[in-house]
């Protein structure tokens, strides 16, 4: 993969994973991308996973074509980018490391050391000269930790965007990008909007013409695409209009009310998607609560709180500062309920609730279903 006469890409393509970060399911993979400068002197754009450094090395030496790399630009210390720091600097001992400060301290962590004597710090706004090409760094803070800086080639336009813009799975592009770089975004950064904005809007000044990202493909068209997206999704503004119905219940009597209600949204021809949350993948439902406007929650009362699932559901949701959307809520108990008044708890007051709850005593009763039908014309108002 070529992305400009002088940039290449070394990276790597992870099919093994069961489960990214431990908890993450990538069933169609994800990679770990690095890049390589050729210019009078040679940048190396961070490394890979562990069980793919040996790769990479092969990858980079290839590319080197006998030449010797003079940087290793480091943008984030996640294992998943960092484990090939220490074999690299050990093979090419005449390269030097370039990262932030808070970098080089986790360094310390990972390897014992922060390579003294062969390090330089940077911090926003500094330039580091390869030749034709002038990189400037840019500090961005908790995109997804707190070392995190991106690079900015103005020579080729390239932004080198650390876990910014990445992507589970392949290397599609365009909608078909949409999906598995939401849920990693949510679901991976998801908190720290304000941070996101603040790189957006230094991003801004820039004029890029290429998008570098650690995992996924390199974006090269159409970036107002992508952008809009990540503005959206930073400033917690819906992308979409339609509804998540999630649900989390014990023998069914919940279920049989979402599954009501959403089918009743279905035929005014709204969006929805429907999940269980004790079936689906865990961060599946996260990411649409975040890509349409409205949420409708149905649980079962569980030990005087929320069923498992859904406890954990709405605290994720909360995590990641969950707002500007409108809330409906559904509960059941057999004798003292108490699921709605729990979720409404966790998620906290920065979402619009509907006034209107439906409290089911173990089974919907028509006087339920009636409910429903109302709660569906308050949540297309
Ligand atoms: C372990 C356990 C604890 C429960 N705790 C409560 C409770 O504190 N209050 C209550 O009203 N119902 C409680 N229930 C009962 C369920 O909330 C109730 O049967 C509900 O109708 C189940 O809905 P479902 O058919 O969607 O699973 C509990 C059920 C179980 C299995
Ligand atoms: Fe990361
Ligand atoms: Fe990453």
Redesign the pocket.
């Known amino acids: 993969m070529e992305i400009s006469n002088e940039i290449k890409y070394i990276g790597v393509f992870d099919r093994e994973i069961d489960l990214f970060e431990g908890q993450y399911t990538v069933k169609d993979g994800v990679s770990y991308n690095s890049y390589i400068i050729k210019d009078r002197k040679i940048a190396v754009m961070d490394t890979v996973d562990k069980s793919f450094v040996g790769e990479w090395l092969a990858r980079l030496d290839t590319e080197l074509d006998g030449r010797q790399p003079d940087y290793l630009i480091v943008h984030h210390m996640e294992p998943d980018h960092s484990s090939g720091i220490k074999s690299f600097l050990d093979k090419y001992p005449e390269a030097t490391v370039i990262a932030s400060q808070a970098a080089f301290r986790m360094m310390r962590g990972f390897f014992g050391t922060e390579f003294e004597g062969r390090r330089r710090i940077v911090t926003e706004g500094d330039t580091l000269s390869l030749g034709e090409h002038t990189l400037t760094f840019i500090t961005a803070p908790m995109v997804h930790w707190p070392e995190v800086i991106m690079t900015f080639d103005a020579r080729d336009g390239v932004l080198f965007s650390a876990d910014g813009f990445g992507k589970f799975g392949g290397f599609e592009i365009g909608r078909e990008w949409v999906d598995e770089a939401r849920r990693y975004y949510i679901g991976i950064v998801g908190k720290y909007g304000k941070q996101v904005q603040a790189v957006l809007k230094k991003a801004a000044a820039l004029d890029i013409k290429k998008i570098c990202p650690l995992h996924g493909p390199v974006l090269s068209e159409n970036l107002e695409f992508y952008i809009d997206l990540y503005d959206k999704w930073s400033s917690y503004t819906p992308e979409q209009s339609g509804v998540t119905v999630a649900y989390a ?7 049989a009310a979402a599954l009501y209600l959403s089918e009743r949204l279905k035929e005014r021809g709204v969006a929805v998607s429907l999940y269980d949350l004790s079936r689906c993948e865990k961060y599946a439902p996260i990411a649409d609560a975040f890509r349409f406007d409205r949420l409708v929650l149905a649980a ?6 929320v ?1 498992p699932p859904m406890r954990e559901f709405v605290t994720e949701l909360s995590e990641r500062g969950y707002k500007n959307r409108r809330v409906a809520l559904i509960e ?8 709605a008044k729990v979720m409404r708890q966790i998620l906290g007051e920065e979402v619009e609730y509907l006034d209107r709850v439906v409290k ?4 919907p009763t028509e006087a339920n279903y009636r409910e429903l039908d109302g709660l569906v014309n308050d949540l297309l108002a």
């Open positions: 219940s014990i023998y069914g009597n919940t279920k079962a009362t569980y030990n005087m709180g069923f059941n108990g057999s004798w003292a309920p108490a699921a089911i005593t173990s089974a």
